[in-house]
T-cell receptor
């Protein structure tokens, strides 16, 4: 079992839909990072959080440390949101080493 | 530049060839990381530098992989005698804050180098 699990692995949505991507982890962490990766390979940082909730534009990230779970929400989805979304955690031991999920591939149809 | 840059963006190598991948971190960032991302997988840690010191190379898959950062800024990942299983995207990331040898701050990623070994 991977230390960081994401669900779903693949997601297709219609433009305008509300989208939720989930991340569960099994280790103690100091922070969790949501990343966006476009087909060209480059990774863009979305959120880094260690508690509560963060919002940026149409994106919302939440984390529940007790339940070892985080969610990334996209409101009013758009085709340009199509990408792979990766959850990465910084464990409390060896804190500089991210542990990555395998990603959620999102496709938003116009 | 404003972000992490990597070159080349794409590299095709014949099996057995040596390759060198370059990373220019964000200016002033003391920490630099290399990751390997196989197709359809999440990135996996290769190695970590704090300034010019390579503090962790536990993720390097074999002794064919070598990384250096001689002046504490630009880093090069070298792969000798490439094999087909080395085909992957190689990502570099940098981070600004270091405490007792560990980086707690957010890592900023470069665009990656896609290596294809034929």
């Amino acid at each position: 079992k991977n230390e960081v699990e994401q669900s779903p692995q693949n997601l297709t949505a219609q433009e305008g839909e509300f989208i939720t991507i989930n991340c569960s982890y099994s280790v103690g962490i100091s922070a969790l990072h949501w990343l966006q990766q476009h087909p060209g390979g480059g990774i863009v940082s979305l959120f880094m959080l260690s508690s509560g909730k963060k919002k940026h534009g149409r994106l919302i990230a939440t984390i529940n440390i007790q339940e070892k779970h985080s969610s990334l929400h996209i409101t009013a989805s758009h085709p340009r949101d199509s990408a792979v979304y990766i959850c990465a955690v910084l464990p409390t031991s060896g804190t500089y080493k991210y542990i990555f999920g395998t990603g959620t591939r999102l496709k938003v149809l116009a | 530049g404003a972000g992490v840059s990597q070159s080349p963006r794409y590299k095709v190598a014949k099996r057995g060839q040596d390759v060198a991948l370059r990373c220019d971190p964000i200016s002033g960032h003391v920490s630099l990381f290399w990751y390997q991302q196989a197709l359809g997988q999440g990135p996996e840690f290769l190695t970590y530098f704090q300034n010019e010191a390579q503090l962790d190379k536990s993720g390097l898959p074999s002794d064919r992989f070598f990384a250096e950062r001689p002046e504490g800024s630009v880093s090069t990942l070298k792969i000798q005698r490439t094999q087909q299983e080395d085909s992957a995207v190689y990502l570099c990331a940098s981070s600004s804050f270091v405490s007792e040898g560990r980086s707690y701050n957010e890592q900023f990623f470069g665009p990656g180098t896609r290596l294809t070994v034929l």
